[in-house]
């Protein structure tokens, strides 16, 4: 294991004190491949999205949720045309999100998991009778659409992955699905030393 920044209880890198950092401190040892890194900075679209991304956050610091940094991201960058691959399961979510986007003056391409209606035998799941999600074809429809960024909403473990692989657009997440936690994985890790100690 070369890299242990989760373990690190120093986080010299976020208080500027190197000095004090661990002996295996990737910000301390790998001055060279950081600074080839940086360069991508330069590059026109990641420049604008990390510049733009920490206004956002700076702005009004921890007073907005992510639906308004979202929709606060999207207005800065310019963006005109925004696609939303949803869950079925989060239709309702998704329709007032899209209402809140377009009240904000986008366009938005909506696109839902069950797109295309396939049988899972398609994937080797035999006799269900639930279409498979289809996250590829959320990517590809949106692709075709050319929209110019992407949310996700409540895309499962792995299909948010396939639609990840496949947006030619970049894209944020406005939430993830967690059936068991009303979507808020964290609260797993909250109760890791508690309720959840022997289920995780
Ligand atoms: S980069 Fe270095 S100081 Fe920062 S968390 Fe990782 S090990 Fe700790």
């Not at 373990?7 to 080839?36: F, G, R, V």
Request: glycine content about 6%; proline content about 4%.
């Amino acid at each position: 294991m070369k890299y242990t920044c989760a373990y690190c209880q120093k986080h010299s890198c976020h208080k500027n004190e190197l000095e004090n950092a661990p002996k295996n401190c990737p910000t301390k040892n790998e001055n060279e491949e950081l600074e080839k890194i940086l360069d991508k900075y330069n590059e026109n679209e990641n420049y604008n999205i990390a510049k733009v991304s920490a206004e956002v956050v700076m702005d009004n610091y921890g007073a907005k949720p992510r639906v308004k940094e979202i929709v606060d991201f999207c207005t800065k960058m310019g963006y005109k045309k925004l696609g939303l691959a949803f869950c079925v399961g989060l239709s309702k979510e998704a329709n007032i999100f899209a209402q809140i986007l377009t009240k904000h003056g986008f366009e938005v391409e909506s696109v839902i998991c069950k797109l295309g209606s396939v049988n899972r035998d398609k994937i080797g799941i035999k006799d269900c009778d639930v279409p498979m999600c289809n996250p590829i074809a959320q990517a590809e429809f949106l692709n075709k659409q050319a929209t110019e960024f992407n949310i996700v909403l409540g895309l499962c473990v792995g299909h948010d992955t396939l639609f990840f692989k496949y947006s030619e657009a970049p894209v944020t997440v406005l939430a993830v699905k967690d059936r068991a936690l009303a979507h808020n994985p964290l609260g797993a890790i909250y109760q890791a030393d508690g309720y959840y100690k022997n289920r995780l």
